[in-house]
């Protein structure tokens, strides 16, 4: 399985961004998908989840401002971001899960005015 992360940017604070992962294999309808970030420094965290039947989860922080979302047909997981803040800065990772784990490349997102 290969994951191709994109929709990273320069973003002034309050603003939004929506992040795509196209994932490349057969197992993505059934895969455990989900966003991880990761600030310099700091350790990797999830962002939130989406299970194969869409129940989603996310972390405290997101705080109803992020919303992920998938589309099997396009084997992609979305990660829409509004109201974005100075500390949301990070490398947003995709990851998907099905008795193991893959990463992808990451993608930068900067919240700075």
């Known amino acids: 399985v290969q994951l191709q992360a994109c929709g990273g940017g320069l973003v002034q604070p309050g603003g939004s961004l929506r992040l795509s992962c196209v994932a490349s294999?057969?197992?993505?309808?059934?895969?455990?998908m989900g966003w991880y970030r990761q600030a310099p420094g700091k350790e990797r965290k999830l962002v939130a989840s989406?299970?194969?039947?869409?129940?989603?989860n996310y972390a405290d922080f997101v705080n109803g401002r992020f919303t992920i979302s998938r589309d099997n047909a396009k084997n992609t997981v979305y990660l829409q971001m509004n109201g974005l803040k100075p500390e949301d800065t990070a490398v947003y990772y995709c990851?998907?899960?099905?008795?193991?784990?893959?990463w992808g490349q990451g993608t930068q997102v900067t919240v700075s005015s």
């Open positions: 294999g057969s197992i993505f309808p059934i895969a455990l």
């Open positions: 990851n998907a899960q099905f008795k193991q784990n893959w």
């Open positions: 989406i299970t194969s039947g869409d129940t989603t």
